[in-house]
């Protein structure tokens, strides 16, 4: 199945990156492990996988990265 979008974000309440993947007006959240300071290409590589696993499809241009904000 083909996704629509995905995107990494950092969710400060869990300190984990989410990525949601919109398929559709379905979205999918999972949570990944890698630590906050984690470049785009980790990012990116770990939303691939998470579409992987989820059995969907999506161009590597499609995931939208947001890093946090360093305060």
């Given amino acids: 199945m083909r996704a629509d979008f995905a995107e990494v974000s950092w ?5 984990k990156w ?3 993947i919109t398929v ?3 979205v999918v959240r999972r949570f990944c492990d890698l630590p906050r300071n984690a470049g785009e290409q980790d990012l990116s590589a770990a939303a691939q996988k ?3 696993d989820e059995g969907y499809d999506l ?3 499609a ?3 947001q ?3 360093v305060a």
């Fill in 11 to 15: 969710d400060s309440a869990k300190s």
């Fill in 18 to 20: 989410l990525v949601r």
């Fill in 24 to 26: 559709g007006e379905e």
């Fill in 50 to 52: 998470t579409l992987q």
């Fill in 59 to 61: 161009d590597s241009t």
């Fill in 63 to 65: 995931i939208k990265i």
């Fill in 67 to 69: 890093k946090p904000l």
